[in-house]
RNA sequence: GGCGCUAUCGUCUAGGGGUCAGGACAGAUGGUUCUCAGCCAUCAAACCGGGGUUCGAAUCCCCGUAGCGCUACCA
């Protein structure tokens, strides 16, 4: 590739509109933005919507939305225009772009009408595959005769168009597969208009490719039988291809291709989103799937990736998706976040649960939720664990766990009494105190544990399972002063109430 | 069934004729702390099989095998 091209470079990702974002198609758009931005090139997002029937609006939005989250912003396409417009296949249809090339293909005799019904074509690849024929359509209507065709009109059959291929090999030079030459008879006569008129995706797709100069499609390996297909279409039609390059799939852990079918909101970008994902995790982690630097970096910004991501790098086979190693990624960008931003990306899921109400947010109110994020500090994997992690802080409404609540507060009479005893002292002493700060409340704590022989251990959790109701999360010492004293004494009285209750 | 693609720890991968086959995630153990998370230390864990080529092959070649993808008037 010469210095001219790669100025030029043009690159485009082409979802069908039949559901949302998912992780490959994630991936697709960051390798070609990727590519892009370090070519000095354009970005392209075209909507390929040839199946009206599955596509729908909305699907497309939920696109739109998912790489927008992502930061993968596009240069032309869909709902931004640009110098090719439009960029929605649907409106290149019905604008009438691929009659002339049909018409061309037709009149050089490399296409030709089938009238072949559906049910024929069924048949036939049934014969096919008991024969162990490699191609099934055999090209029969390639030599109707006028009073054929007439017949089959009259009959009211419409006929679908199907590309003639080649009898010559076509070779494919994919910069991740490499070179190799198709035999063309593994190729059959696809059909590239549908009997209702409308145009396949074979079609559609490279002459798109062409007539917005795209210089590489970078897609999915399931597209790479599609290639030589597409590429008979543009040299009967005389257009240049583009280069190609195929990138290997992610799978499930057992080693299926991800599916929006099969997968449903495992896949889904923006349930990612919904979830507490950052993006630039989301980012991180799909670069790092079939793609390596060296033996060393795992964490790239996006910066470094544009720097470092190399097409020729991209491994040949498929990556599966692992969770675990999101999550660990996640939980690192969220620890990359300094307090204040922390609290700016977790407020949303608290607002969502209904712990925090925005309209009303105090600068004190704000403070004190920064303060809230710090003691929760590395605590988080995704957003949404601030739920967890701080519910009690919001309200007393919560049951005390009852695994907790047998380990620590016992499950004998006697030790349930010492309980009772732990935490009435350490009720005085809070309430005692001159100063309800770190230091004060952690020295007069401590100082009654060591004095009364008493474990740390043991008072620290029985007093964090009245005060949270959990047996874990953030420092203790925290906790009390941001509960604040009435908080913590009411919390405890609640607490020796429970445990000398009846049902206790 | 046909056609195609692929093959290093459980997973993501580095390496690529001579390496103790390296790292990361996950897992296990220990340490630190009031718990959890984290952090630190340690451990366990791989070249699909068989033939060649070669002094030497995980690496190159061939053949198998397995997995996956495609096989539509879906994209």
């Known amino acids: 590739m010469n210095d001219t091209l790669q100025k030029l470079a043009r690159v485009r990702m082409a979802p069908s509109p ?17 590519f892009a931005k370090q070519h000095n090139g354009t970005f392209i997002l075209r909507i390929d919507d040839t199946d009206m029937a599955r596509s729908t609006e909305e699907s497309m939005r939920e696109i739109y939305s998912g790489l927008k989250w992502l930061g993968l912003d596009w240069d032309e396409g ?28 037709l ?15 069924a048949a036939i690849r049934a014969q096919a595959r008991v024969e162990k024929r490699t191609r099934s ?69 490279i002459i798109d490719d062409v007539e917005m100069q795209i210089t590489h499609v970078i897609r999915g390996t399931e597209h790479l039988n599609t290639t030589p297909k ?3 279409i543009a040299n009967a039609l005389g257009l240049k291809v583009p280069q190609f ?14 599916s929006k079918r099969h997968h449903g909101a495992l896949v889904a970008v923006n349930r990612y989103r919904e979830q507490g994902y950052l993006p630039e995790a989301m980012l991180n ?33 498929g990556s599966v998706f692992d969770l675990k190693k999101l999550e660990w990624l996640n939980a690192h960008y969220i620890t990359q976040l300094d307090v204040s931003a922390r609290t700016d990306a977790v407020i949303p899921f608290w607002q969502a649960e209904g712990l925090v109400d925005t309209t009303a947010l105090t600068a004190e109110h704000r403070a004190w939720l920064e303060k809230i994020v710090g003691a929760v500090g590395e605590r988080l994997t995704t957003l949404q664990d601030i739920i967890p992690q701080t519910r009690y802080f919001f309200t007393d409404a919560f049951d005390y766990e009852a695994k907790a609540v047998k380990k620590w507060w016992g499950n004998s009479a006697e030790k349930q009494n010492k309980t009772v005893e732990i935490l009435t002292s350490l009720s005085q002493i809070l309430a005692g105190i001159p100063a309800f700060d770190l230091g004060t ?41 941001l509960l604040g004293r009435d908080e913590v004494l009411k919390r405890i009285t609640r607490a020796i109430v429970q445990l000398s209750g009846p049902a206790a």
């Open 230 to 232: 597409q590429m008979a």
């Open 107 to 121: 009149e050089n005799g490399t296409a030709y009408h089938c009238y072949c019904t559906p049910e024929e074509l």
């Open 245 to 258: 390059a195929h990138i290997p799939l992610v799978l499930d852990s057992s080693g299926r291709k991800m």
């Open 137 to 205: 359509y055999d090209g029969r209507c390639q030599h109707l005769t006028q009073k054929a065709k007439a017949c089959f009109a009259a009959e009211g059959r419409k006929p679908t168009v199907r590309i003639k291929m080649p009898n010559t090999p076509i070779q494919v030079d994919d910069i991740i597969l490499g070179i190799r030459n198709i035999d063309p008879g593994t190729l059959e006569d696809e059909v590239i208009v549908r009997s209702n008129g409308m145009p396949t995706y074979n079609l559609t797709s």
């Open 285 to 317: 982690f799909v670069a790092r799937l079939g793609w390596a630097y060296d033996d060393k970096q795992e964490i790239f910004s996006v910066e470094e990736l544009i720097e470092k991501f190399d097409l020729g790098r991209v491994g040949k086979s």
């Open 441 to 481: 409340v952690e020295s007069a704590i401590w100082k009654y544990t060591d004095e009364n022989n008493i474990k740390r251990v043991a008072a620290m959790q029985a007093l964090r399972i009245a005060l949270t109701g959990t047996s874990f999360g953030p420092s203790l010492f925290d906790i009390v002063v």
């Open 18 to 34: 039949t559901g949302f974002l998912h992780i490959g198609g994630a991936r697709t758009a960051l390798f070609n933005w990727l």
């Open 78 to 105: 869909g709902d931004k225009g640009g110098p090719y417009e439009p960029y929605v296949q649907s409106e290149r249809i019905s604008g009438g772009v691929y009659v002339p090339y049909v018409q061309q293909l």
